[in-house]
């Protein structure tokens, strides 16, 4: 079946480092694919998406590019704050349902 | 504010009880969806109804059920509670069902916090 993986966390960076979060798929077809966050005692909220390859989703300074040839949508952002260390879930649309990645835990450090 | 609202926020049962946990979509979205999050087993998907219907089923114990009104809102019950129910619960609504219809994205209330002692 369809499926989502991601890189294990946390990943512990200091401020304005550059972020890179893997995340590579399964599935038949050219699934949508999203990147949702959630921040300490919250719920998730979409970051960005892309519905078709070579699409480029952005949001808030994040990017990520639909790679249908090495089947990934890798989440980047050139310089990090504080403010965004929380959970990133990388996700597919399969049929009904989001399949989703296990979740990358971003700690920024000062 | 996503739109989406559940309740309650918290909730800290015993072992063995039934609980129902509510949510009310974002107004005009006709699919929710319910999630389990918990620590070791991550974000797992539960059940999704579209406009009443159950449309699509996940990783739902038999012991857990769900409904969806005719007003749309959502309500999930869990029942015979183990200690190992214990997670946060989210509720997730969208416009479309999935499918051939229109899927842009998801957005999530922010949880029920169960507890069970």
């Known amino acids: 079946g369809d499926s989502v993986t991601q890189m294990e966390g946390p990943v512990t960076l200091s401020e304005e480092a550059f972020l890179t979060i893997n995340c590579t798929y399964t599935?038949?077809?050219?699934?949508?694919l999203f990147w949702y966050v959630q921040y300490p005692g919250e719920g998730l909220q979409l970051l960005l998406k892309a519905t078709k390859a070579d699409d480029k989703g952005s949001n808030k300074g994040f990017e990520a590019t639909y790679r249908k040839e090495t089947t990934s949508f890798h989440l980047e952002k050139g310089s990090v704050q504080v403010s965004d260390s929380a959970v990133y879930f990388c996700a597919l649309r399969s049929n009904y349902q989001l399949i989703w990645g296990a979740g990358t835990k971003l700690i920024i450090k000062p | 504010d996503s739109g989406v609202t559940q309740t309650p926020k918290h909730l800290i049962t015993a072992t063995g009880q039934r609980v129902t946990l509510r949510c009310s979509p974002r107004s005009g979205d006709l699919s929710v969806y319910w999630y389990q999050q918990s620590l070791d087993q991550g974000l797992q998907f539960l059940i999704q109804?579209?406009?009443?219907?159950?449309?699509a089923k996940g990783n739902i114990l038999e012991r857990f059920s769900a409904q969806q009104f005719p007003d749309l809102h959502s309500e999930l019950n869990l029942s015979s509670l183990e200690l190992g129910d214990s997670a946060l619960y989210f509720c997730?609504?969208?416009?479309?069902?999935?499918?051939?219809?229109?899927?842009?994205?998801?957005?999530f209330g922010q949880g029920t916090r169960l507890t069970v002692v």
């Open positions: 599935a038949t077809g050219y699934p949508s």
């Open positions: 997730a609504s969208s416009v479309g069902g999935g499918g051939s219809r229109a899927f842009s994205e998801a957005f």
């Open positions: 109804y579209y406009n009443g219907e159950e449309r």
